[in-house]
């Protein structure tokens, strides 16, 4: 059974920090591109940052604040985002991806407060 576990939300206020993780299991971890969207009261799912066995991306809003890092050992994504805003303010979704195949964990709420 594919799960997508996402914890480390919650509440911090404008320039601190929070670490998300996302503990994956029942597929092959290490081959799939794992990926944090977040989607805001409102607004549509955004990508905020992307990892492959190789590289890393971001979207502009988080470059320099946010690092998405991972550990295939222990098949887990993470992301420390650093001096969080109030518009960071979302819930954040773990997604792994290999060819069509795509898993989305449930959300962790992130609330940053000004």
Request: with cysteine; proline share 3%.
């Amino acid at each position: 059974q594919v799960q997508l576990v996402e914890s480390g939300g919650g509440l911090v206020q404008f320039g601190g920090s929070l670490r998300l993780s996302c503990a994956a299991s029942g597929f092959p971890f290490s081959y799939y591109a794992m990926s944090w969207y977040r989607q805001a009261p409102g607004k549509e799912r955004e990508l905020v940052a992307r990892i492959t066995t190789g590289a890393t991306n971001y979207a502009e809003s988080v470059k320099g604040r946010f690092t998405i890092s991972r550990d295939n050992a222990k098949n887990t994504v993470y992301l420390q985002m650093n001096s969080l805003k109030p518009e960071d303010t979302a819930v954040y979704y773990c997604k792994a991806r290999f060819s069509s195949i795509e898993y989305w964990g449930q959300g962790t709420q992130v609330t940053v407060s000004s």
